[in-house]
Structures are given as structure tokens and as C-alpha cells.
């Protein structure tokens, strides 16, 4: 009886002490996947050399002194990231596999747009030496146990490596197709890291896009807006945030500006970054846009999608027995540290960042990484030379192409590499002497292809180039003839790709994001293709050559006009402009070119507007969802119109464009640039 007393004792206490614990140590005790103590095991920091430790709980450990990354084995995905006396970086709340983890997207029989997390089934050490670790998980495809096709047709092989004295890892993957295997599409392909809610709130993509952030917390009690992804904040923790819009869409960034952004933990003092060192292996060239960071938080490597492109990008898709390899990477996951707080710290830890790219950037191709697929330096080609311009309607000889884009992508025509996604691409920008020189270039065929701001159209070098390891061309000076048929009566905007420097409205009151206030990219924020109905309620724009500027009088995209909640109408836009004479019998010519389409199909008409048929149509084209995504462009479209004389009048003309699409509130394109050019 005694010994029953005792023991009912003894366990009311122990029920007192798991109390008292959970009311005093409730972070602590909180719901983990893995129980932190047997997933991580902190080493001793004052050990410098690089560890690699294989642990009986199904996890690999990379140590090197500064920090330490454990790995579910052999799935691959990175679980946890110890650094600066912080047990995980990462969100332990999370599962294993949605930490730190490639994804794909992809189309399987009766399961279009189907996510997956990509697992390893194999680990290996590829290197282990006292300056680097580098190890694989590897998932291989058996065509003869996928009699359903419900496997991914892929041969993916994960690699991570450390270096010592690095404060970071890096992450790359080969994916492979072979010969015989079934068809695939793919959708999105990325490496996403998701990481403490409670630690990492400022979030910078690049100088002027950084800020405190609101929470995902914030964003499940807001109210959705018209997709998903745009949320309305109605009662944030943090009062500043109430009445802002918050959408991932708002922190894109092209290719080309896109080589870091991260996030910063105020107490202590932690950023973790990703960069992004080359545009190689990345989708569409260099004003190819895509995600960065966003509430979560979340940090991404976007390797594929059709983000601000749509399906007319040459995407992921292959046909039965296609084969296909690429490396994706490395990219650089940089952590850094330092001392206090507010903005002291945010611009010590970005500035930091910042210098750590350009050094990532200049080693660039990396001489560490063991895979025969990724090659070095020596094992790869150039080309240089001096690209020109014969325009004799801008100046009587040639003159240089000041800081055009000029790159290597897989061969094809003028413009072609904006939608190549399967093979690698290759630029630089010329200097103010037109001269470039790209190095670095992987063997194989190639187009040398270019186009320069401030000129309208696409170039491209007649020569395929065959690039062979150690292979230096010098082409000495190329010439590039912009399509021009005549002098130039008018234009309308500048040939620079994008709808920049037309009028942005100012944001609808009640859904706006303050830190696009008094921004360079006003377009960012969030429902301004409503804007054009509440200042055209009842006519269209017009555009008046010599009186109006198109800096305030052209409306930065042609949309539809809303007439209630789910209706719109097409709309009609006119060019007036004024002929002293016009010559019989010559021909005129019309340049137009689009920064965007989506769901969109112009209709040129001139002189008369209510002509059955237009003179000219694009007809319907794009996909690129710009508009919705707060993008001032996605993809370019040039086109040119010949206009016989008898079309036009001495003294006023109209040329008509109307968006004959009006499906919705995002069909519509944005203007380029538009000319007229007369005879020669």
C-alpha cells in the first residue's frame, strides 16, 4: 500500500515537472518532425577542419568550422543549417522534405501541374580532402518499372559541396534524359529554402527593394485579391503593414539584376543569401524575369519557368525519346553575420553580400566542382570582337553599339534565344567602343546574337560558332543594319524592350505596397490594370504627334474597358499626325513593337476606323502575363507594316489601334516603340 502511495506520488510529480516545463520552455517542446537533439549535433567551433559524418538516424552532416549543414539521406534535402549559434536556420516546423529542397513541376497521365519535391534514392562522397567536401543523392529513372508513367523520366543527381574557410555551401544538379524514354513537360523547376518565421523578417532583393516584411501569418488573414498570390493585409501583428498589398510577383527581377537577394535575422545578426553567380544554365536569356524572395520567408534559384513568358517559351518539354542533359549551378547559399541592429545592420549585411557576389561572379566558371559535366575554365571557349551599327537615318557612317546585349545561345534565328530554355546561354555587354569579349563558353553550336538599347530589332552574326575547349575567336568588327526602309516622321517611346517610360498611374487608394511609393518601378504595384478605365471611363486615348508626351499621355499598357465586375469591351487607341504632302506611288512603313502580350490581338487600322478588316493584325499571341505580375515587360515582339501611299492624306491621319481581345482584366499587351518611316 505504501509502495502504491509512493509511486502515485512520484508520478504527480514528474506530471508537475512536464508542466512546469511546457509553461517555461514552450519553444522548446514545440511539435518537430525529428527531435532536434538526434537530427543535429552541434560541434565544437573551435575546429576548423572539414567534417563530413554519416549518422545513424538517416542524415548526413558537411562541417567546416563556420557553420554546419545536415541532409536527410538519401532523399538529399537540406533539413538544417547551424550557424552563429543558431541551432537551424531553416524551418524546423517544416517536414524534412520542405526545407531546403529542389522541386519540379511537371505534367503526368490525368495529373497536369503535378509538384514534387525531388528525392534521392542513392548517396554517395563524390570528394573528401582537407579544402572541400562534395557529395551526391542521386535518383535514377527505370523506364521497365514505370509501366504507368507516373515516375519523373529524369536522372537527377543533387551535388553539394563545402569549401573550407567558406561561410556558405553550394548546390548544383545534373538532370538527364535518355534515349527511349516517355515524353515529358515540365513547369517549373527550382531550390527553395524556407526559413525561421520567428528569426528572419527584412528581406532585400536589390538596393532599393529591401524592407521589413509582413508574415505568412499576416497574409492567411488577409482577404485575396484577384489571384491568389496578391493578398490584402487586414490585421498584420505589425500595424505598419495593415492596408498594404503583399504579392511574390512584386519582387521579380530580370536574369540580367538577379544574381542576389535574401533575407537578414535582426537578433542576432544573420543574413542568408542567394547567389547566383552566372546566367548560363537560366531560362530565356538575360531579360528573361523571374522570383526571387517572398513572405514565408522564403529564398529561391529559379532554374526553369514560364514566369512573364507563357507557354510561347520553347520550355522543358520533351518528346518521347528525346534525350537531354544539363547542369543546373551552382549557385551559392552565403551566410554572414554582424553587430547592431535597424539599418546599421541591414546595410552592413547587404553591402557584405554584395561584395561576396562579385567575388563569386569573377571565380566564375568554379574550378571545384568534380563533375565531368560541369567544365572548367580551360575547358572552355571565347569569342570577342566589335559589333557596329549602318543606320544612315541616325548617323552617315558607322558608329559603335554602346552597351548592347550580345551573347552565345543554341542556334537559331534573330531573337530566338528569348525562348530557348533546354540549351545554355552565354553574354556580355559591349563597352562605349561597341567591343566585347564572353568567355566561359561550354562546347557546342552556337548563334552569336545581340540586340541594343535604343535600336529597334534583333541581330544576329551569319556564322554558327563551334565552340571547343581552349577555342578563342576574334571577329574583329561585325555591322549590324537595323530594319529601316526611311527616314523617321515620328516615333512613340524608345526601342528598349520595355514599357518603362510611358505613364504609370499612381497606385488604386487602398491597394498599395509603400515601398514601391516614390519608386523608380511604380509599375510594381499592385491593380493598376484597373486604372485605365477610371481614366478613360468613356473614350480612348489619343495620341496627338508634336503636341502630346508619351512620358504622360500614353497609358503604359492597351487594355480593355471594364463595364462592370466581369465585363469588358475592346478599346481603341489613336495616332494622330499630321503629312505636309505625300509622295505617290512610295511606300510607308509602320514599326511596331510590343514589351508584352497576353491574351492579346492587335488590330491596325488607318484612316478608317470602321474598315471591316483591319489593314494589319498580329493576330492572337502571348501568354506572358505581365500585366497581373507587375512586370513593365515580358516577351518582345517586333513587327513592321508596309503602308502604300494612297492610304495616307495630306494633313491629319489616324492610325487605329484597337485590343480586340477583351476577355478579362489582364488581356492586353504594352508598347515597345512605334515609328513611322517614310520613303527612302
Known amino acids: ?242 492596408g498594404e498589398v503583399d504579392d511574390k510577383y512584386q519582387y521579380s527581377r530580370d536574369n540580367k539584376d538577379s544574381h542576389l537577394h535574401g533575407w537578414i535575422c535582426q537578433e542576432p545578426g544573420v543574413g542568408f543569401w542567394m547567389i547566383t553567380p552566372s546566367d548560363e544554365f537560366r531560362t530565356g536569356g538575360p531579360f528573361k524575369q523571374d522570383l526571387t524572395s517572398h513572405v514565408g520567408p522564403n529564398a529561391l534559384a529559379m532554374f526553369y519557368s514560364n514566369h512573364y513568358t507563357g507557354e510561347t517559351l520553347n520550355g522543358l518539354d520533351f518528346l518521347t525519346g528525346e534525350p537531354w542533359k544539363k547542369v543546373f549551378g551552382p549557385v551559392f547559399i552565403y551566410l554572414n553575420s554582424g553587430s547592431g541592429n535597424g539599418e546599421e545592420l541591414q546595410e552592413a549585411l547587404w553591402k557584405d553580400a554584395k561584395n561576396q557576389t562579385e567575388i563569386e561572379t569573377k571565380k566564375w566558371p568554379y574550378d571545384f566542382p568534380v563533375s565531368d559535366e560541369f ?49 545554355y546561354q552565354f553574354w556580355n555587354q559591349t563597352d562605349e567602343d561597341g567591343y566585347f569579349n564572353i568567355t566561359g563558353i561550354r562546347q557546342g553550336n552556337y548563334s552569336l546574337l545581340a540586340w541594343i538599347p535604343g535600336i529597334f530589332g534583333d541581330y544576329k552574326y551569319q556564322v554558327e560558332m563551334d565552340i571547343r575547349p581552349g577555342s578563342e575567336y576574334s571577329l574583329g568588327n561585325l555591322v549590324f543594319t537595323p530594319p529601316r526602309n526611311g527616314p523617321t516622321l515620328w516615333e512613340i517611346g524608345i526601342p528598349d524592350r520595355t514599357a518603362a517610360e510611358f505613364y504609370v498611374p499612381d497606385p488604386v487608394p487602398g491597394l498599395r505596397n509603400y515601398l514601391f511609393d516614390n519608386h523608380t518601378d511604380k509599375w510594381r504595384q499592385y491593380g493598376l490594370w484597373n486604372q485605365y478605365t477610371e481614366l478613360y471611363p468613356d473614350q480612348d486615348l489619343v495620341y496627338t504627334v508634336g503636341i502630346s508626351n508619351y512620358s504622360k499621355d500614353w497609358f503604359f499598357a492597351h487594355l480593355n474597358r471594364r463595364i462592370s465586375d466581369k465585363e469588358y469591351v475592346p478599346t481603341t487607341w489613336l495616332i494622330q499626325f499630321d503629312l505636309r504632302n505625300v509622295i505617290p506611288f512610295k511606300t510607308y512603313t509602320f514599326r511596331l513593337a510590343l514589351a508584352s502580350a497576353n491574351y492579346a490581338h492587335l488590330q491596325i487600322r488607318v484612316n478608317r476606323e ?71
Open 1 to 242: 500500500m505504501d509502495n502504491a502511495k509512493t509511486k502515485r506520488k512520484s508520478q504527480w510529480k514528474f506530471l508537475w515537472f512536464c508542466i512546469f516545463c511546457q509553461l517555461i520552455f514552450p519553444a522548446a517542446n514545440a511539435a518537430q518532425p525529428i527531435p532536434q537533439k538526434s537530427e543535429y549535433q552541434p560541434l565544437n567551433s573551435s575546429s576548423s577542419q572539414l567534417k563530413l559524418i554519416n549518422q545513424e538516424n538517416g542524415h548526413v552532416m558537411m562541417y567546416n568550422g563556420l557553420l554546419n549543414v545536415t541532409f536527410s539521406s538519401p532523399g538529399g534535402m537540406v533539413t538544417g543549417i547551424e550557424y552563429k549559434g543558431i541551432d537551424n536556420l531553416l524551418d524546423f516546423h517544416q517536414k524534412e522534405s520542405r526545407r531546403g529542397y529542389w522541386d519540379v513541376v511537371s505534367d503526368k497521365p490525368g495529373k497536369p501541374g503535378t509538384f514534387e519535391s525531388i528525392q534521392g534514392t542513392t548517396f554517395k562522397i563524390i570528394a573528401q580532402d582537407e579544402d572541400k567536401i562534395e557529395i551526391s543523392f542521386k535518383k535514377n529513372y527505370d523506364p521497365s518499372l514505370d509501366s504507368n508513367n507516373t515516375d519523373l523520366p529524369l536522372n537527377i543527381d543533387k551535388r553539394f559541396i563545402i569549401l573550407q574557410g567558406h561561410s556558405g555551401f553550394y548546390c548544383y544538379a545534373i538532370f538527364e534524359r535518355l534515349n527511349g524514354w516517355p515524353e515529358l513537360h515540365i513547369g517549373q523547376l527550382r531550390m527553395a529554402f524556407k526559413l525561421q518565421k520567428q528569426l528572419f523578417n527584412y528581406m532585400a532583393v536589390s538596393d532599393t527593394i529591401q524592407r521589413l516584411m509582413p508574415s505568412s501569418y499576416d497574409r492567411e488573414q488577409g482577404h485575396i485579391l484577384d489571384y491568389k498570390e496578391a493578398v490584402l493585409l487586414i490585421n498584420p501583428k505589425d500595424s505598419r503593414f495593415k
Open 375 to 423: 567544365p572548367h575554365a580551360d575547358q572552355r571557349g571565347s569569342v570577342s570582337g566589335r559589333l557596329l551599327i549602318n543606320d544612315s537615318y541616325i548617323n552617315q557612317s558607322q558608329f559603335p553599339a554602346k552597351t548592347a546585349y550580345i551573347g552565345l545561345a543554341p542556334t537559331g534565328d534573330e531573337g530566338s534565344w528569348q525562348l530557348d530554355a533546354k540549351g
Open 610 to 680: 470602321n474598315s471591316p478588316h483591319p489593314h494589319f493584325t498580329t493576330g492572337g499571341i502571348g501568354r506572358d502575363n505581365a500585366i497581373a505580375r507587375h512586370g513593365i515587360h515580358g516577351l518582345y515582339w517586333p513587327f513592321s507594316y508596309s503602308i502604300p501611299w494612297y492610304m495616307l492624306v495630306q494633313g491629319r491621319n489616324t492610325i487605329f489601334l484597337k485590343q480586340a481581345q477583351a476577355g478579362g482584366s489582364f488581356d492586353g499587351l504594352m508598347y515597345d516603340y512605334l515609328r513611322l518611316e517614310g520613303p527612302a
